[in-house]
């Protein structure tokens, strides 16, 4: 069995437990998605522009299925977000696959205040772009955000609307959209200013999904990277899933220099030793609480016992049988990296690792990945 074949079958293993989750309870789709996909449906013909705001982790994954209904809008901008969390080898790729797919591309961390500062450039000169190809006479330009869910359309919009609103001198107290790491947060379609002359409004919408998803394998990558709530399914199904995409990787070969194992350590660190003893040093003296495991320390910790153990493994990660057997060794060797009290029983330990290690994967802590492989011949028009 090949490797790719082993993390097709755990993937596709997961998106059918969630998928049978979703149609045992309330699911992803609700009453305010639905009414949502109306509102935007019925605005969309009249905005100037589109902007479709995806996750760089997954840029076809994270595709708005209703943006498919309105042909007309296939010029269009494809904004990749989160391209800080996603494999950087591969982002000048998908750039030229959404360029050959006839949209308009552009990458951007939605945190970093240079990379919202290029888009909004970015976009002012697309409006300018227009106005000139259309003669457009209107002293107004909407343009109208969409996405499926926490792929950071608000967080884009609050950051956009204080950059303009900035550079066009304007006062006046400031609009916030709803900003939550949860999916479905936002509820109604707001408006932004985000330029003058001529006048650029944002108009932020919800974050919608389809009413059924059949692809099993897109269902695990939308509950991995949080489009999907995580509740439908249990947080060490995702951990595992996790874990199959960082084993396969050459990642964890970076983290040598945490090793635990002098011997691992001397064969596989290539850099300056001293560097790295100053480095360990440096981590120690600082004052860290030990149960926060963001702090550099315990993340450190983390990425050393991950290395170790990948290292000691002496199976075969082709085989399915003997990837969930170096999955379950990690989880267990993670307990003590995490500093996870001892005496709280196997289901909450499982729960504990797993809660902290995939909050780690996703704000890209422990590498940087694209879930998406990019299609060697192109696909339907976006």
């Not at 998928?19 to 992803?28: F, H, I, L, T």
């Not at 449906?41 to 009249?46: C, G, K, M, T, V």
């Not at 959209?177 to 408006?191: C, F, L, M, N, R």
């Not at 729960?351 to 995939?358: D, E, I």
Request: some cysteine; proline content about 3%.
């Amino acid at each position: 069995m090949a490797t790719a074949s082993t993390a097709s079958r755990i993937t596709r293993k997961i998106g059918i437990a969630v998928k049978k989750a979703a149609s045992r309870n309330k699911g992803w789709y609700d009453l305010h998605m639905a009414a949502a996909s109306g509102a935007i449906a019925q605005r969309l013909p009249l905005v100037d522009l589109v902007a479709e705001i995806r996750d760089a982790r997954i840029p076809l994954s994270s595709e708005n299925e209703l943006l498919r209904d309105f042909p007309a809008l296939s010029k269009r901008i494809v904004v990749m977000n989160k391209i800080d969390l996603a494999d950087q080898t591969q982002v000048k790729g998908w750039m030229r696959y959404f360029e050959q797919q006839n949209c308009i591309p552009y990458g951007v961390n939605s945190h970093n205040k240079d990379s919202v500062k290029g888009l909004l450039n970015f976009i002012q000169a697309q409006v300018r772009g227009l106005c000139k190809a259309n003669h457009h006479a209107s002293e107004t330009i909407t343009i109208m955000l969409v996405g499926i869910p926490n792929v950071g359309k608000s967080a884009l919009a609050n950051s956009l609307h204080q950059m303009g609103r900035i550079s066009a001198a304007e006062k006046g107290r400031l609009k916030h959209a709803t900003v939550s790491p949860q999916p479905g947060e936002t509820k109604d379609i707001s408006s932004f200013k985000i330029g003058s002359h001529p006048n650029i409004y944002l108009l932020d919408t919800p974050g919608i999904l389809p009413r059924m998803i059949h692809d099993a394998e897109l269902c695990s990558k939308l509950v991995l990277t949080g489009a999907i709530r995580d509740g439908l399914i249990e947080q060490k199904e995702l951990a595992r899933y996790f874990l199959t995409i960082l084993n396969l990787s050459d990642q964890y070969k970076k983290w040598a220099k945490f090793s635990t194992n002098e011997d691992r350590l001397l064969s596989f660190i290539e850099h300056k030793v001293e560097d790295s003893i100053s480095s360990k040093l440096e981590m120690r003296q600082k004052k860290q609480h030990m149960m926060d495991h963001t702090q550099d320390l315990i993340v450190n910790d983390v990425r050393g016992t991950i290395f170790d153990t990948i290292s000691c493994f002496d199976g075969n990660i082709e085989l399915e049988e003997d990837m969930i057997k170096l999955m379950e060794a990690e989880l267990v060797a993670l307990r003590e990296a995490f500093r996870v009290p001892q005496g709280l029983g196997e289901y909450v330990y499982n729960r504990v690792v797993s809660v902290k290690l995939l909050d780690l994967y996703r704000t890209g802590r422990l590498g940087h990945y694209t879930l998406d492989t990019l299609p060697l011949t192109l696909h339907h028009p976006l």
